[in-house]
Each structure stands twice: as structure tokens, then as C-alpha cells.
């Protein structure tokens, strides 16, 4: 089914979606948000540019964009998977715990902020530029995955990565040399068996987008975790 969007509000787009539970393409895309807020059985792509909280609590519905999409992608999915072939805003995956997302390009700040992670329920993220400042603040859990790619010679992260970070891992394909990790976690090089824990995720990634896997592995990485459960409990619970 082939909608066009451009004259229909995210209201309108998601009742059309919601009757369809199947296949659905947006042409025309201009800005409107919460595209597939909450859908499990969809299959969307999206050609133009979706706006904020694209796929907000997502439960295993699977949205493709051929092109960029705004802030706060994925904000609180359950499940499913949301594939950008662009670039993104801020705040993707916003508290996201479960499903996947990958984005072929860059990621503006905030991206996996308060990502969480229970027992089955590991959410992935994977973005193939380089990511804004404050990456992984207050990560709980779930894989962050930054591959670099790209033109742009800045720091694969800005300022300020894993601020509050206390649980999940996050893989950096750098040396990192230059960047200042907070003291409540360890920044270090990533062992072979590291690289076996994200291969799959970066095989998607470089089926999707017509990367060389070989190269990509064949690259250092950091691996960071957070030195304890909880860094920052005495903050909050008292003694």
C-alpha cells in the first residue's frame, strides 16, 4: 500500500497504518510526527524527511526511512527494529529498551540516553557516522555501537560520552586517544571475543548499506562499561 503523506496530519498517517497492518509506503514526508507511535505488525518505509519521535514505543514493528529523521527516533521502543538511511537528531533512543536501530549516517546529542536493558530484552543501537556529545548518558544497559564512517575528521563522539553511565556496553570503532571518558567507567581496547559479541549487529549494518564487514572488523575498537552497577546510588539512597 502506497500512501501519500504530504497533505495528512500523524494523526490521519496513523490511522491509515493501524487499518493497514502490513506493507506501507509514505511518499512525501514532511515533518510530521510520531509516525508509528506503539505499532507492533507494520512494516513502514518512509521516503522524505519523518519528524520528532518516529517509532515512540515501538513494539516490533519494523520502519525504514530513505532519507534523515529528526529527534528523539525510537524514543521508548519495546521492540522491532527502525533502519534510517540518513542522518538523525538528537535523542535517538531515548530510553529504548528493546529492538534495534541503525542508522546509516550520523547522530546528533544524546543519542541512547537512558537505555535500558531486562534478562531477553537487550536493545541495539548502531550508528554508522560519528555521534554529538553526551553519548550513553545514563545508559542502563543495551549495546551502543559507533562505526565512524564518514568524511568529517571530529572525534568519532563529542564531549562528555557515558556521563552517568551504569550499566550496558558501548563499542567505539577508535583508539579513542584525545577523548575524556568520565572516572565511573573503563575505556579499553576490545578483545576478539568483543568483536564476537557485536559481529551480527555490524553484519546487518553492512548488508543494509553496502559496507565491507572485513574492513570494518579488521579496525580497533574500544570497548566501555561502567566500572560498578550503580556509580551514582549514593546519590540517591541513603546510607
Not at 49 to 65: M, R
Amino acid at each position: 500500500m502506497v500512501v501519500d503523506a504530504e497533505k495528512l496530519g500523524y494523526k490521519e498517517i496513523n490511522d491509515i497504518l493501524r487499518e493497514n497492518k502490513g506493507d506501507t509506503t509514505l511518499t512525501n514526508c514532511k515533518g510530521q510526527r510520531f509516525i508509528g507511535t506503539g505499532m507492533a505488525e507494520n512494516d513502514i518505509i518512509v521516503e522524505g524527511v519523518p519528524g520528532n519521535a518516529l517509532g515512540a514505543y515501538l513494539n516490533g514493528a519494523k520502519i525504514t526511512v530513505h532519507g534523515n529523521a529528526q529527534d528523539a527516533v525510537g524514543d521508548t521502543m519495546n521492540d522491532g527494529e527502525i533502519v534510517i538511511h540518513g542522518n538523525v537528531g538528537d535523542a535517538v533512543g531515548y530510553a529504548m529498551r528493546g529492538g534495534r536501530i541503525i542508522i546509516n549516517g550520523d547522530a546528533g546529542y544524546r543519542a541512547g540516553i537512558h537505555m535500558k536493558a531486562y534478562k531477553e530484552k537487550v536493545p541495539v543501537m548502531v550508528i554508522g557516522g560519528k555521534a554529538g556529545s553526551f553519548l550513553g548518558e545514563y545508559q542502563a544497559g543495551g549495546i551502543i555501537i559507533v562505526l565512524g564512517l564518514g568524511e568529517s575528521k571530529r572525534n568519532i563522539v563529542g564531549n562528555f560520552p557515558c556521563t552517568g553511565m551504569h550499566g550496558g556496553k558501548m563499542f567505539l570503532r577508535s583508539d579513542c586517544k584525545g577523548i575524556i571518558f568520565p572516572k565511573q567507567v573503563t575505556a579499553r581496547k576490545a578483545l576478539p571475543e568483543d568483536l564476537d559479541e557485536i559481529e551480527k549487529y555490524i553484519d546487518e549494518y553492512c548488508k543494509l548499506f553496502g559496507v565491507n564487514k572485513g574492513e570494518l572488523l579488521d579496525s580497533p575498537f574500544t570497548v566501555v562499561t561502567p566500572d560498578s552497577g550503580n556509580p551514582y546510588k549514593q546519590l540517591y539512597v541513603a546510607n
